[in-house]
Each structure stands twice: as C-alpha cells, then as structure tokens.
C-alpha cells in the first residue's frame, strides 16, 4: 500500500481557511487510487524549524513525502520592506543576508526528510494575492530569493518541485491574501497525486511541476 505524507505550514493545513469546503488532504485523499492512503503532519503556522519536529510524527507505512514550507519565514522578515537604506545596493545586501539565513534553515528542513529515505517533493512558496498591486509586485519579487533557494536545494538532490506560483494564480485560489482556498487547494491536491502516482514520470532529474 502506498502512502503519501504531506509535511510543512498551512499551505497543507488549510482547513481553517476553507469556509467549511473540503482542505487539501481531503482533496489528495479523495483523488488518489484505491489502496493509496494520505496523512497530514503540516501545522499552520510552521516554520522550516519545525519540520523535524513533524517528522518524529511520521507514520512507518510512508511511501512518499511532500514539502510546503517557508511561507511563514518570508513572512517573519516583511518588515525588511519598510527598512529606509541608503543606496539599493545596500536593500540588496540586506535582501541577500535574509535569503541565506533562509537557505541554510530549509536546508536542515530538507535533510530532515531524506534523512526518512522516502521519495520527497517539495513545493516553492506562491506569490500570494494581494488588493494592493504596488505590495503584490514587491512581495512577488522579494518571494523570488526565497524560491531560488528552494530550487537550487531540490536540484542538488535531483527532486521534483511543484511550483506553487503557477498552480495558484487566480484570486479564487486564495481564500485570503497568504492561504489556500478550497479551490486553489484541489489545484495543489491534483498537481500532488499526478506526481505521486507517477502520471508525471520523467528520467530521474529534478523537474517543474506547475499542473
């Protein structure tokens, strides 16, 4: 039997944000094939710290594990935004330090999942949905540093990477401006479930999945 293992923040865990709709391990539960079973260890709020801690949660019948997380991080540093520099160089100094912080934390976050020897995927942190249009560029593009290391740590270890940004880009995939709607989550529940069951094989190297 296979058993697929969902592991990081809210992007998982959004059955706060759902109004009542199904959440995202409803979803994958509910598309994959018989004898497939689906188990959420992602906790909202979560951080790439805390994924260690979710693993020691991990049911010994995994097959396969999917990552969420770093969201909230980015989240912890918005404040940089509003940070008066003197020159841009000096903003993107300040920029670099908090994606390398970032890079050496998700790092940890990942070996932690391979240190399962399960098959894992991990996904890039989407852009959000924003009313102000003026915040949702800045912040799309802050969300790019954090993203380049996501990618560069899953292409080092040849993982396939689900990238949130295209599978989440309409207004009605967001029930607020950081979650997951039930709508944009059976978008992530599908992208999941064709990668898990192999609808998406390819020759063993790191790829994109966007649908």
Known sequence: MSHVVLVGDSIFDNAAYTAGGPDVVSQVRGLLPPGWEATLLAVDGAITDDVAGQLRRLPEQATHLVLSVGGNNALMHMGILEVPVASVAKAVEVLADVASDFERRYRVAV????????????????????????FQRVASTTLTVFNDAIIRVAIEHALPVIDLRSVCATKADYANPIEPSSVGGEKIARVIVGLVCGARATAPATRIVVA
């Open 111 to 134: 070996a932690a999942c391979l240190d399962t020897a399960r098959p894992l995927a991990v996904c890039t942190i989407y852009n959000g949905c924003f009313d102000d249009q003026a």
